[in-house]
């Protein structure tokens, strides 16, 4: 395997040898992923992308709802609860980190990988010039994101060779298009609703996609206003994100979000406990986008929808089939860059909790499952003493009300690209003279609701 990336980088063989290595998987082991491969089809067809969502690493740490690699002995502390039990990497651990995912595992710049850049980032113009192999404006945005994306992440981290980061800014600007193009560009919700319909609320390990217009806040869905943590503000997410919440009233199948929040409000002391109520929230992310004059533009696509329910005691789902284990359950959809390609339109795919990722936009490169990450913070237990079943969006610190403003996340967030924006700005002057670390504190870039 190792022997597959060397080539392609090095060598320069063709793309599809890398890609063939490895689209279809997460973290496979090396030795398993050259066989497997041969019986996998499925691949993204685009350099880019390959170039700046693909990695080997050793993660820095590792979840230990991971299978550990033979002759690794572990030793699990009894006492830490499954979802944060965790080890270091070791250098059996080495996996080639890759797939349709939305943050990248390039941790870091590889200097190998300088010239395969200038010569995509060429390859990429010729196409944008020709009009037989243009990139649709849907395609052109989700190449320009991950270009955004890698590039912001590669002038926060030390050792970044200047040119490197000068290719990826002008690539930005060349895949850039106006503000009326990408407002234009369709939202893709209702295409994952229809794509994931009729599947019923069983365990996490099924999809399950609201059947309500959760986003035209229907059937007792209401939009929350919030503080975000750093996860949410835009220069960490390069999205903006929208969150929505619906509480049943007890016992009945009629919601009364209003009801439940004021309860909650007026709930006293112990905030750290399982609603009499079942309660859904759905956090959907859209991507931003951005213009030749270089402005930030939070478009109308959206790329991840994670949707959460807080079973009430009576719902009788065994706490064991949730994902939390304790009563509360998360079903994830991510924007798919290969089926969106093939079909012209937003397509989704399911990210079951079982699936394995490394997450650094948590703080490092841990590898685990979905699972186990979002148990982290949204569990019904223990889960701080602020906010009732886990819901962070309704703690004490995020604030959580009501808002009639459908769009105030989205002006929110270009609002907060300021400080990207300015960067890119500073990038295209500077070239490939080197300039100090970007840096942002998000709690400045966070003003309040
Ligand atoms: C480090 C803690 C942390 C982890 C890990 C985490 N979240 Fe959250 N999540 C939050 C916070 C804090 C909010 C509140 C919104 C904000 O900060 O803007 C939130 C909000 C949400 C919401 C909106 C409703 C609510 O509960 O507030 C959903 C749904 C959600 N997260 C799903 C997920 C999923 C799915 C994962 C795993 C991929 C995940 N979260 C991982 C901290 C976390």
Known sequence: MRMCLKSTFTLRLTWWSLLSCSFAFQTVPFEALADDVKTDSRTMGDPLFALLFTDILIPTEIGTVVPVPAGVEVAVDPQRPWYFGKREGTSADERLFAGDVRVSPLLKWREDRTEALHNVANEVRAALADPQRRPTPLMRLSMQWDVLSVWWRLEQTEGTPPEVLEELAKLVVDLAQPAEVLNSLPSGYDLAQAQFAGSPMGTYKSPWFSPDDVVGEQAGWKQLARRSSKLFVAPHSMRAS????????????????????????????????????????????????????????????????????????????????????????????????????????????????????????????????????????????NSGRQSPGGIRSVSSYAGGEITTDKLHRFRLAEAEMKVVTTRLKDRLAAGAKPLPLAEFDYKKTTKGL
């Open 242 to 381: 929208r969150v929505y919440m619906k509480a049943l009233e007890p016992v009945e199948t009629q919601a009364d979000t209003e009801a439940f929040l004021k309860s909650w409000a007026t709930s006293g002391l112990n905030r750290d406990w399982q609603p009499d109520r079942q309660v859904q929230t759905a956090m959907v992310l859209s991507l931003i986008g951005v213009t030749p004059e270089l402005e930030a533009v939070a478009t109308p696509v959206v790329d991840e929808i994670r949707f959460r329910v807080v079973h009430a005691p009576h719902d009788g789902i065994p706490p064991e089939e949730t994902t939390s284990r304790d009563g509360s359950s998360i079903w994830l959809y991510y924007l798919s860059r290969a089926e969106t390609q093939n079909q012209g339109q937003p397509a989704y795919r399911f990210v079951p909790g079982l699936e394995e990722s490394l997450f650094p936009e948590y703080g490092t490169a841990k590898q685990t499952t979905f699972a186990a990450q979002c148990t982290l913070c949204h569990r019904i237990e």
